[in-house]
């Protein structure tokens, strides 16, 4: 997995870098990224949760 070094010094996930540059090229906040990622995680436990039926 590959790392980037950020201007305070912390160690982050190129992907996730890469996430939020391309989102925020788009216009998206901080706000509406959250919320995108909150949906497809709860998505992702009704998918669990159903195929355990």
Do not use: P
Not at 30 to 40: A, D, G, N, T
């Amino acid at each position: 997995m590959n790392r980037v070094i950020s201007d305070n010094q912390q160690e982050l996930d190129a992907e996730w870098v890469e996430l939020m540059l391309c989102a925020r090229a788009k216009g998206l906040t901080v706000e509406e990224v959250s919320k995108v990622l909150r949906i497809l995680q709860e998505e992702g436990q009704t998918i669990i949760q159903e195929s355990a039926v």
